[in-house]
């Protein structure tokens, strides 16, 4: 298994917001992480991703534990594209998408060798940004953006990808064009996903299994079909649901809230 957590507390201070969290995902697999704002999603996404150490318990990445490990060579297998990202100011979109190569530079390397190079073309290829690779970051459209810090995240070759509310600040056409360019990686590389997601349509549509989070708590994991209920959806968020089956899945409809 790529990722394993094992007994994982943590947080920003002395009294932990992750509270014992078990959870092992498998290769190829797309985990979202949903729950009512406060409910430590995020929280628990930088414990993953080495922003922030666990008060208790370990995060195995291929076996070995991440906080023990260079952050290099955990950027080689693990790559985090974060909610807010820095627009570096005058850096092209192929600049942007090169420094993803770092991680697997000796650090007297300054120059992309011609492997590294390719390397960042086929990042750029992946997330469709050819025709604006030459174009500075910050004269980007919002989806656009998004998709050039994937590429950057792409250029490290993860096993691992972790995403904080990537779909935040797109409207809905971008959304759905993001998401199915990490569905079309997902099942083509079985690169390994896990997302932050507010929009439960949007978790239960493209997620192989959810997390469900209460108050730092691991709620409940499963299927869409079996972890967004409408009894766990009114204990963990405050609302009276239905769940529709449609065409593209399970989607909840609020009705009220309780």
Same mark, same amino acid.
């Given at each position: 298994?790529?990722?394993?957590?094992?007994?994982?507390?943590?947080?920003?201070?002395?009294?932990?917001?992750?509270?014992?969290?078990?959870?092992?995902?498998?290769? &190829?697999?797309?985990?979202?992480?949903? &729950?009512?704002?406060?409910?430590?999603?995020?929280?628990?996404?930088?414990?993953?991703?080495?922003?922030?150490?666990?008060?208790? &318990?370990?995060? =195995?990445?291929?076996?070995?534990?991440?906080?023990?490990?260079?952050?290099?060579?955990?950027?080689?297998?693990?790559?985090?594209?974060?909610?807010?990202?820095?627009?570096?100011?005058?850096?092209?979109?192929?600049?942007?998408?090169?420094?993803?190569?770092?991680?697997?530079?000796?650090?007297?390397?300054?120059?992309?060798?011609?492997?590294?190079?390719?390397?960042?073309?086929?990042?750029?290829?992946?997330?469709?940004?050819?025709?604006?690779? $030459?174009?500075?970051?910050? $004269?980007?459209?919002?989806?656009?953006?998004?998709?050039?810090?994937?590429?950057?995240?792409?250029?490290?070759?993860?096993?691992?990808?972790?995403?904080?509310?990537?779909?935040?600040?797109?409207?809905?056409?971008?959304?759905?064009?993001?998401?199915?360019?990490?569905?079309?990686? $997902?099942?083509? *590389?079985? =690169?390994?996903?896990?997302?932050?997601?507010?929009?439960?349509?949007?978790?239960?549509?493209?997620?192989?299994?959810?997390?469900?989070?209460?108050?730092?708590?691991?709620?409940?994991?499963?299927?869409?079909?079996?972890?967004?209920?409408?009894?766990?959806?009114?204990?963990?968020?405050?609302?009276?649901?239905?769940?529709?089956?449609?065409?593209? &899945?399970? *989607?909840?409809?609020?009705?009220?809230?309780?």
């Amino acid at each position: 298994m790529p990722l394993e957590i094992q007994n994982l507390s943590g947080g920003y201070t002395t009294v932990p917001i992750i509270k014992d969290v078990n959870l092992d995902l498998q290769t &190829g697999e797309w985990l979202s992480l949903v &729950g009512a704002n406060g409910s430590g999603k995020s929280t628990f996404l930088k414990l993953l991703s080495r922003i922030l150490s666990p008060s208790q &318990g370990a995060v =195995l990445l291929d076996g070995k534990v991440i906080h023990s490990q260079p952050p290099n060579v955990v950027a080689q297998q693990l790559a985090l594209l974060p909610q807010q990202q820095t627009v570096p100011t005058g850096l092209s979109v192929r600049q942007l998408v090169s420094l993803g190569r770092t991680p697997h530079q000796p650090w007297w390397q300054w120059e992309l060798s011609g492997e590294d190079k390719q390397k960042v073309e086929n990042a750029i290829q992946k997330t469709r940004l050819e025709n604006l690779s $030459n174009r500075p970051v910050e $004269n980007l459209s919002g989806g656009e953006r998004q998709r050039a810090f994937l590429a950057l995240a792409l250029a490290q070759e993860p096993k691992v990808l972790l995403l904080d509310e990537p779909t935040t600040y797109l409207d809905i056409n971008y959304q759905l064009q993001l998401l199915e360019l990490l569905k079309e990686l $997902n099942q083509q *590389q079985q =690169l390994t996903i896990v997302t932050v997601l507010h929009e439960l349509n949007l978790a239960a549509r493209y997620s192989d299994r959810i997390a469900l989070f209460n108050q730092g708590n691991l709620w409940d994991v499963g299927t869409p079909a079996t972890v967004l209920t409408p009894e766990a959806i009114s204990q963990v968020f405050g609302v009276k649901a239905l769940i529709i089956d449609t065409p593209v &899945g399970l *989607q909840v409809c609020a009705v009220s809230s309780l």
